[in-house]
């Protein structure tokens, strides 16, 4: 009877040891993909930053050029559990500045707690809540709003003839002007369990090793 309870622990303490180290804590994931007729883009390069406590830190930057929907792009952001942070996501036409058919689509982006939804940035962009500004080549300061071209919209059109879950587009000014396209999302960020996960880790170890010396 001593054996099948301890049996019927152990299996309970290596199933809880499991969930707790595929947590992934809080993360940053999205699609991108060039949307279908833009051939003659030279591609866009996206970059995710994280602004809180008066500081800009980058999570993510990727260059994409193919009509095809990428693989998953994540970031980790335990850094910032449980604060209060701007997400901003700049879209640049890069190094030939040239913004011509810079249809750049971004996919399924959101924030994830352990898997669970914290932010859908594409749902943001629908309701219109993110706020915008360019950066001009030669500027110093931003310039508010969506000048010369620029967007950030909803936009289910299709890359490689496929569609994404809440993309919308980002495209860099082009008409008279080039530069970066940005838009800025508050988030609020729970607790991230990934500490919580190491420590937990550590206590079933210390378990594990009196189980053993019983």
């Excluded at 707790?20 to 940053?28: F, P, Q, R, S, V």
């Excluded at 709003?145 to 496929?162: E, F, K, Y």
């Excluded at 809440?166 to 970066?180: L, R, Y």
């Amino acid at each position: 009877m001593a054996r099948k309870i301890f049996g019927v622990f152990l299996i309970t303490v290596l199933s809880l040891g499991a969930s707790i180290a595929t947590g992934a804590g809080l993360e940053l994931s999205y699609f991108l993909g060039m949307k279908d007729g833009s051939e003659n883009s030279e591609g866009v390069v996206v970059t995710f930053a994280v602004e809180a406590g008066g500081q800009s830190t980058f999570v993510s930057e990727e260059s994409w050029s193919e009509q095809a929907w990428s693989d998953m792009f994540v970031a980790d952001l335990n850094p910032w559990s449980g604060q209060n942070i701007i997400l901003k996501l700049m879209t640049d036409p890069g190094p030939v500045r040239c913004a011509g058919w810079d249809w750049i689509l971004i996919g399924d982006a959101k924030v994830t707690a352990d898997g669970d939804l914290v932010y859908d940035i594409g749902q943001a962009v629908a309701d219109g809540i993110q706020e915008t500004s360019v950066l001009f080549d030669g500027d110093n300061n931003e310039t508010a709003g969506l000048p010369n071209g620029a967007n950030c919209s909803p936009d289910g059109g299709t890359v490689g003839g496929q569609t994404m879950s809440e993309s919308f587009m980002q495209h860099p000014p082009w008409d008279g002007a080039v530069g970066n396209t940005i838009s800025r999302y508050t988030i609020e960020l729970p607790a991230a369990s990934r500490m919580q996960a190491v420590e937990a880790s550590g206590k079933l170890a210390t378990i594990w090793g009196q189980l053993r010396s019983k």
